[in-house]
């Protein structure tokens, strides 16, 4: 062969092998080879074996008889339409045992894509006997709603022509279902459950008979009336999709289902694929509304598609799982934080001296992304600066929190801002500490102290206090006192409090205008710690005797802020108050009574007189005296108007005047100086005295 044509065949070759390798998966025969065995009086067309032949390609075929050994054998491959399978059945068989014993049947099947597998089934004829029933093939009518479990459906009868016992039956149905049992030894199908729940009008159940050596197979159709009505879906299977961003407790499907059994009670299930995410959805069966889970949230990046299956019944049927596809669509989120609080610290200092970075962690559900930090206004942040790229703080003022000048304490908002301005945030809690940074100070240079030989050991002479614009301890100080003068420290002394004491008097020891200099230090108790420092002239100065006048400060005492004195002046008003009572009753007595301190009245009361006291009865006290006839004289009348009544006691009671009498001045007809008499108008001569009362006003 020359070179051109070894090239050809290659090339031939070649072409064959890719053709081949490009060739499908070829069908494939499950339990071939076997054999069956049919009677020898089979006359019918029956089945007698089921191929089972798959194709990975899930290809189309057709399956036929080859060949077959005797030739021009009696049998065929058939599809039942059905089930769909190819089955090797009898064709009007007569067949003899005597000459043809046997036969060998090689099935083929054609994808029609070059694949042609073959498998041999063996046919072994069984020498004069046959297999019949006897009143299969046959339909059946049952009303569904009606018909209980182990209720009779049929009773299959068939026959072996040798007697060949016993005789077993077995069935299948076509569509499949559970609803239909058959007993093995007398052929009786009943029910296995009640009909209601069966959802096929129609069963075909394929009863198969054996004697051990022949199986003959036949079929049964089951035809049901008042079948129950199956529950479905009508908006379902489908296909939704969602945004990742999509809020928690959105409504993402509502379900519609149907029944045509009028009052229908129907109930639904729902599952989620992968199972790990059932609680990503909530499935209301009174809404039939599927939602996303309060709390919950999508996250494309994570996973971007979910499978969820319904089913719905009416406790007789059930329809599904059926299909609900959730998409998710990637949207752009905000970037977030890995933490929701931060911690920073630092010390109170100047603008930028001092700086903390608190490590920010901030991610984006999309992936890697470019974002800036800052803070949000509000809550002292301005006082407070960050980089936008590092994350670092620091002072943005001189921060200073001594004596409450600004908070110890912020707590800030920190926002991370991606390119497309959406936002996260998160909170940074900002302690600042106290820092020793202000000395103790003094408000002069040199400060002056005068001591005179006056002036007690021990004494406080003054005190030169120093001023720390820190708080807290920082601002808490000490003092001490030093002088190069040795004879200064043995009279004076500097005392913590910043005080100038008196040691020893100094009269006798230093001359007067004697000026001792200490050096004064503050130190405070902040670490480290601060000084400050002055100077202190103590002047040992003679003291004259000439008075010092002191000028006092003006008094801010308020009487009425005074809880002693506001008593003391109470008391005051009320003694006051009843004095003045007593003054006013007494005045009124001597007014309108006459009596000044007693009983009688006081003529002496000129402003009384034109008053007329009533008339009051008084006892008489009268001494026992011998009878006798008093001496008349001028006032002889005396007697007779007396308010007294006469002396004489012989006059009867109903002539004497009435012993009251009136007191106040009276009239005297013979008296020259107006008819009235006053005290001063009667000559007073001692006389005897007579036991009984008498007037004071006539005396």
């Not at 099947?109 to 063996?122: I, Y």
């Not at 420290?489 to 040691?503: E, N, R």
Request: glycine residues 6%; aromatic residues 10%; contains cysteine.
């Amino acid at each position: 062969m020359d070179r051109r044509a070894e090239t050809v065949l290659c090339l031939y070759v070649l072409v064959l092998g890719l053709l081949r390798g490009c060739q499908g998966a070829a069908p494939q025969f499950g339990g071939l080879p076997t054999s069956v065995t049919v009677g020898e009086q089979e006359t019918a067309d029956r089945l007698i074996y089921t191929l089972t032949v798959t194709d990975a390609d899930n290809d189309p075929f057709n399956c036929d008889i080859s060949t077959s050994t005797p030739a021009a054998a009696p049998f065929r491959v058939l599809k039942d339409p059905v089930t769909n399978k190819f089955g090797v059945y009898t064709n009007s068989p007569t067949f003899n045992f005597g000459t043809d014993p046997t036969y060998q049947l090689t099935v083929q099947c054609d994808d029609n894509t070059g694949n042609k597998p073959t498998a041999v089934l063996s046919v072994d004829i069984l020498d004069g006997d046959k297999i019949t029933f006897t009143n299969i093939p046959a339909t059946t009518t049952h009303a569904a709603l009606t018909t209980l479990v182990n209720s009779a459906i049929f009773d299959v009868d068939a026959t072996d022509l040798l007697g060949h016992t016993p005789l077993t039956y077995t069935i299948t149905s076509i569509p499949a279902t559970t609803s239909f049992q058959i007993d093995g030894t007398t052929g009786a199908i009943t029910t296995a459950r009640d009909l209601k729940f069966e959802t096929n009008s129609a069963i075909d159940l394929y009863v198969t008979v054996s004697d051990g050596s022949i199986a003959v197979t036949e079929k049964l159709r089951v035809q049901l009336t008042d079948l129950n009505n199956v529950p479905t879906f009508t908006n379902l299977p489908a296909t939704i999709s969602q945004n990742e961003d999509t809020a928690s407790g959105t409504v993402l499907y509502t379900l519609t289902s149907f029944d045509a059994d009028a009052g229908a009670t129907l109930s639904y299930t729902m599952t989620v694929n992968p199972p790990a995410y059932s609680g990503l959805f909530t499935f209301a069966t009174n809404t039939l509304q599927l939602s996303l889970t309060a709390g919950q949230t999508f996250d494309y990046e994570t996973r971007s598609s979910f499978t969820v299956s319904f089913t719905v019944t009416d406790t007789m049927a059930t329809t599904g799982p059926i299909d609900l596809t959730v998409n998710i669509n990637n949207i752009n989120e905000a970037c977030y934080f890995d933490k929701t609080y931060y911690y920073v610290t630092l010390a109170e200092a100047t603008a930028g001296s001092v700086t903390y970075n608190p490590n920010f962690l901030v991610r984006d559900y999309d992936g890697a992304a470019a974002y800036t930090l800052s803070f949000a206004a509000g809550n002292n942040s301005n006082r407070f600066s960050i980089d936008a790229n590092s994350g670092i703080i620091s002072f943005a003022v001189d921060y200073n929190i001594d004596n409450g000048a600004m908070p110890s304490s912020v707590i800030l908002t920190v926002v991370c801002t991606d390119t497309t301005s959406k936002t996260g945030t998160s909170k940074v809690e900002v302690t600042i500490t106290d820092v020793n940074d202000n000395a103790p100070s003094f408000a002069q240079s040199t400060y002056s102290i005068t001591v005179d030989q006056y002036d007690a050991p021990g004494s406080l002479m003054g005190t030169i206090s120093p001023t720390d614009a820190d708080s807290g301890v920082n601002g808490e100080f000490s003092c001490s006192g030093s002088s190069t003068a040795s004879s200064a420290t043995t009279y004076y002394s500097i005392g913590a409090d910043c005080g100038v004491y008196l040691l020893s008097s100094p009269s006798g020891n230093l001359d007067y205008g004697t000026i001792s200099r200490f050096t004064i230090t503050a130190v405070d108790k902040g670490s480290p710690s601060l000084t400050g420092t002055t100077y202190v002239d103590i002047i040992y100065k003679e003291a004259t005797t000439t008075t010092t006048t002191t000028t006092a400060a003006p008094s801010t005492y308020n009487f009425w802020d005074d809880s002693g004195a506001v008593a003391a002046f109470s008391i005051a008003m009320v003694l006051g108050t009843i004095l003045l009572a007593a003054l006013l009753y007494y005045l009124l007595r001597c007014c309108f009574t006459g009596m000044c301190c007693g009983p009688e009245p006081c003529d002496f009361m000129e402003c009384c007189r034109s008053y007329e006291r009533p008339r009051r009865l008084q006892r008489r006290l009268v001494t026992p005296e011998k009878s006798k006839r008093p001496r008349r004289d001028d006032f002889d009348y005396w007697r007779e108007d007396s308010d007294y009544g006469s002396l004489d006691k012989h006059e009867p009671p109903s002539r004497r005047p009435s012993p009251a009498r009136v007191h106040g001045p009276r009239e005297y007809k013979d008296l020259p100086n107006g008819n009235r008499l006053t005290p001063t108008d009667i000559e007073f001569q001692p006389r005897r005295l007579v036991s009984r009362p008498m007037a004071l006003s006539y005396y």
